[in-house]
């Protein structure tokens, strides 16, 4: 900030452009940037998309925590197991971290 309480831009304040690395625009950063959802699904490996459906189960199970929850938990994980490309075969890992399991002690 300057010494008038505004932004200062060379600061990167509102009125700058910098990218997570402080180049400028994100493009220039090398953020990624005017991919569709279905492109940015598929930079994960098979792998990466597990354990990304995996965390995101977790996360749904710590903050959508009971049963009045379940079904949106349930539908939520499988929309995200069917729009990463992964089997069906992962539903029930994914389901069980959703309500809970595997966080024991975290």
Do not use: K, N
């Not at 304040?13 to 690395?21: E, I």
């Not at 220039?28 to 597990?50: H, M, Q």
């Not at 938990?73 to 595997?102: I, K, N, Q, Y």
């Amino acid at each position: 900030m300057d010494r008038a309480g505004e932004p200062d831009e060379q600061a990167g304040g509102a009125g700058a452009a910098v990218g997570v690395t402080g180049e400028g625009t994100p493009a220039e950063s090398g953020c990624v940037t005017g991919l569709s959802e279905a492109v940015i699904g598929r930079l994960l490996s098979e792998p990466g998309r597990f354990a990304y459906a995996a965390l995101c189960g977790g996360a749904l199970g710590q903050l959508f925590p009971g049963d009045e929850h379940r079904q949106f938990r349930s539908h939520t994980v499988c929309s995200l197991v069917s729009w990463l490309g992964l089997s069906d075969s992962v539903l029930p890992v994914m389901e069980a971290f959703a309500v809970g399991l595997g966080w024991e002690g975290a």
